[in-house]
């Protein structure tokens, strides 16, 4: 069965950086994609980033793929996030999940089917 586990997400000052992580236990080669979604306070899950295992193809928004870096180690089965520039807004529960959907359907919380249980940021002004 597989597992998701995220980590990394913690207190950081405006203008810090983060890296989170996502830890994939027993893992399929089935799984076409990774995304990173999060859920801030009062408002409605949102799509960051996706990849795939290989580290291609990626998908960003595009109001956040100039601070926000997705990555992935094969070997390691684990999903990375990187995010600079932080600022308040960014403050939120961030999520990995898993995909087999096609890569034009990435963004859509709806394709995926295996969910971490969060990882909360919180960025002090």
């Known amino acids: 069965q597989v597992q998701l586990v995220e980590s990394g997400g913690g207190l950081v000052q405006a203008g810090g950086s983060l890296r989170l992580s996502c830890a994939a236990s027993g893992r399929t080669f089935s799984d076409n994609g990774m995304g990173w979604f999060r859920r801030a306070p009062g408002k409605e899950r949102e799509f960051i980033a996706a990849?795939?295992?290989?580290?291609?193809?990626?998908y960003y928004s595009d109001s956040l793929k100039d601070r926000f870096t997705i990555s992935a180690d094969n070997a390691k089965n684990t999903v990375y996030l990187e995010m600079n520039s932080l600022n308040t807004d960014d403050t939120a529960v961030y999520y990995c999940?898993?995909?087999?959907?096609?890569?034009?359907?990435?963004?859509?919380?709806?394709?995926?089917?295996?969910w971490g249980q969060g990882t909360q940021v919180t960025v002090s002004s």
């Open positions: 999940a898993r995909t087999r959907s096609a890569f034009n359907n990435w963004p859509s919380q709806y394709v995926y089917d295996l």
């Open positions: 990849t795939g295992w290989s580290g291609v193809p990626t």
